[in-house]
T-cell receptor, first 110, second 116 residues
């Protein structure tokens, strides 16, 4: 079973920042936090990952709490194309199988 | 970036027939690939881990004789749904880790199987 918990759904106004929380209270010291998203009827797409430090790339920012028990994915300026299901996952290694939870269904509203 | 392709993108077959789905890593070698199944409005469910040159590892509750997996080369894994039934209709997705330090996995676009 997935070890992370996320809100079932969220809405965000277009152009505003979307903040998606994730709880991973049992994460191990050697496990990374990964975020993927799945747009309807497509394969999941990698967004970002982190271990301890906050991370930023061209798609999003990842804020990880100091105790590593939770994190927040930030889409700084959400667009309609960001409407998708977002999955927060703990991953130990590159060849580790990825177990998906239900994720958060984000709807970006015009 | 790394790309994973699947073929076919969709397939319709009759009950009792078998269907083969291909998963290819286009610009990297993948000794391991993963197969998922996704029903409407549900999350992805891991079915099995495909290992190049050895037997696949199936998740609990997945029938290995029904879902045959072959990982014959470093760039190709196939999933064959044998004696398909309407309840096997689903979205099948494969993924492959690139093996580099990013620990990313790249997912294929998925194959929509409809069994009539």
């Amino acid at each position: 079973d997935a070890k992370t918990t996320q809100p079932t759904s969220m809405d965000c106004a277009e152009g505003r920042a979307a903040n998606l929380p994730c709880n991973h209270s049992t994460i191990s010291g050697n496990e990374y936090v990964y975020w993927y998203r799945q747009i309807h009827s497509q394969g999941p797409q990698y967004i970002i990952h982190g271990l301890k430090n906050n991370e930023t790339n061209e798609m999003a920012s990842l804020i990880i709490t100091e105790d590593r028990k939770s994190s927040t994915l930030i889409l700084p300026h959400a667009t309609l194309r960001d409407t998708a299901v977002y999955y927060c996952i703990e991953v130990r290694a590159s060849y580790d199988k990825v177990i998906f939870g239900p994720g958060t269904s984000l709807s970006v509203i015009p | 970036g790394a790309v994973v392709s699947q073929h076919p993108s969709w397939v319709i077959c009759k009950s009792g027939t078998s269907v083969k789905i291909e998963c290819r890593s286009l610009d990297f070698q993948a000794t391991t690939m993963f197969w998922y199944r996704q029903f409407p409005k549900q999350s992805l469910m891991l079915m099995a881990t495909s290992n190049e040159g050895s037997k696949a590892t199936y998740e609990q509750g997945v029938e290995k004789d029904k879902f045959l997996i072959n990982h014959a080369s470093l760039t190709l894994s196939t999933l064959t749904v044998t004696s398909a039934h309407p309840e096997d209709s689903s979205f099948y997705i494969c993924s492959a880790p690139t093996g580099d330090l990013s620990y990313e996995q790249y997912f294929g676009p998925g194959t929509r199987l409809t069994v009539t």
